[in-house]
C-alpha cells in the first residue's frame, strides 16, 4: 500500500515536538528518540515543523535540521512524513521545495500569514504551493493564528489537484461541517482524507463517518494509547459495538487536552505543557523552548497533575 492510500486508510500523525537542552540548543539525540518513540508507538505518520516543532525554528536556522533529523530516524519506515509550510508564498514555496527534497510526502500548508488575503489569493497560494509537494489542509482556529475560512474558499481548494488531505481544526462545529460539505459535494471524499485536529471533540470526530485519523499535538505523548484508542474507533466504524463508556473517554480526551494545552489561559501554556508530559515520560530533559518567556501558566501543573492522577489509562507512562 502505497502512502496515498495509507493516508486515505486512516493513521494517527503525531505533530512532533523540539527537543532543546538547558541552553535551548537542539538536542539531536532527544529529538530522534522522539521520532523514534512515534514509530515504535505505531503511529502512521509525524508531521514536522508545524506550531508543536515551534515556528521559531525558522528563525534561527533550524528547520532544514529538524526535517532531516525527522527523516534520518525515520530510516526505512513506512510512517508518512508532512511537513509544516508557513509563511507568504515565497517563503512557503521554498519551505515546501526544502521539505519534498528531504523525502516528505505533503506539506501541512499554514495560511496564517495571509490573514487579510483574498479568496483568490489563497487559492493562488495553495496552487503555488501545490506544484513542489501533495498539499496537506489546514483549518487552523483563529484562537492561536488562524482566520475563518468559509465555505466558499474550501470548495475552490478541494478542486486543486495535489490535494491529499484536510486537517480540521477549528474548534467550531459549524465551520467543521463546512469543509466536510465541500470534501462530499466535490466528488472527492474517496481521494481526499479529513484529519481531525479538534482538540476539543478528538473522540467524537473520530467516530464519525467523515475522519480517518488525527494530526495532533495532543497525540504528541501518550502516543501508544492514542494509536490504540484511534484502533478502537475505527473498528467500532466498521461494524464493531458502539459502548456508552466512549462518550465519557471523550470527555475524558477532552480534559486532559484542556490542562496540557492551557485551554483556561488562551493555551499559552500549550507547548510547554507538551514538553512537562514528554519528560514525565522520560522523552525530553526539560520543559525548555525557543522563547525563554513561554512557560507553563499559573495554576497548569496542578491541572496536568489532575489529569494524569484521573485518568491514567490515557498514558504510557506511570509517572
Not at 39 to 66: E, K, M, N, W, Y
Not at 84 to 94: I, N, Y
Not at 266 to 275: L, N, T, V, W, Y
Request: charge should be negative; hydrophobic fraction near 45%.
Amino acid at each position: 500500500m502505497d502512502w496515498r492510500a495509507r493516508l486515505r486508510a486512516g493513521t494517527a500523525i503525531p505533530a512532533h515536538p523540539l527537543a532543546l537542552t538547558a541552553e535551548r540548543k537542539l538536542d539531536e539525540r532527544r529529538q530522534h528518540a522522539l521520532t523514534r518513540y512515534y514509530i515504535d508507538s505505531g503511529a502512521g505518520g509525524i508531521a514536522v515543523g508545524v506550531h508543536t516543532t515551534q515556528f521559531g525554528i525558522r528563525d534561527c536556522g533550524l528547520l532544514a535540521p529538524v526535517l532531516q533529523l525527522a527523516t534520518d530516524a525515520a530510516g526505512e519506515s513506512e510512517i508518512i512524513k508532512v511537513a509544516g509550510v508557513c509563511g507568504p508564498t515565497r517563503q512557503a514555496l521554498e519551505e515546501a521545495e526544502l521539505a519534498a527534497s528531504l523525502g516528505y510526502h505533503a506539506g501541512l500548508v499554514s495560511l496564517s500569514a495571509l490573514g487579510h488575503a483574498s479568496i483568490d489569493e489563497l487559492i493562488d497560494h495553495a496552487r503555488a504551493v501545490g506544484k513542489a509537494i501533495p498539499l496537506f489542509g489546514f483549518y487552523l482556529q483563529p484562537a492561536v493564528g488562524g482566520r475563518v475560512l468559509p465555505y466558499s474558499f474550501w470548495r475552490r481548494f478541494v478542486e486543486l489537484e495535489n490535494v491529499v488531505a484536510i486537517k480540521v481544526a477549528p474548534f467550531n462545529r459549524y465551520q467543521t461541517l463546512e469543509v466536510v460539505r465541500a470534501v462530499a459535494e466535490s466528488g472527492r471524499a474517496g481521494e481526499i482524507a479529513l484529519y481531525t485536529g479538534n482538540d476539543d471533540h478528538i473522540v467524537l470526530d473520530l467516530l464519525s463517518p467523515w475522519f480517518v485519523g488525527g494530526l495532533l499535538g495532543h497525540w504528541a505523548f501518550w502516543t501508544s494509547s492514542a494509536v490504540s484508542m484511534l484502533e478502537r474507533l475505527t473498528a467500532i466504524k466498521l461494524g464493531g459495538s458502539m459502548r456508552p463508556d466512549l462518550l465519557a473517554l471523550a470527555d475524558q480526551v477532552t480534559d486532559a487536552n484542556a490542562a496540557v494545552f492551557d485551554a483556561a489561559n488562551g493555551f499559552r501554556g500549550c507547548i510547554p505543557g507538551i514538553h512537562e508530559v514528554l519528560k514525565r515520560q522520560g522523552l525530553l530533559a526539560g520543559r525548555w523552548c525557543l522563547d525563554e518567556q513561554e512557560e507553563l501558566s499559573p495554576g497548569q501543573m496542578e491541572e496536568i497533575d489532575r489529569v494524569c492522577r484521573m485518568y491514567p489509562w490515557l498514558s504510557d507512562s506511570t509517572g
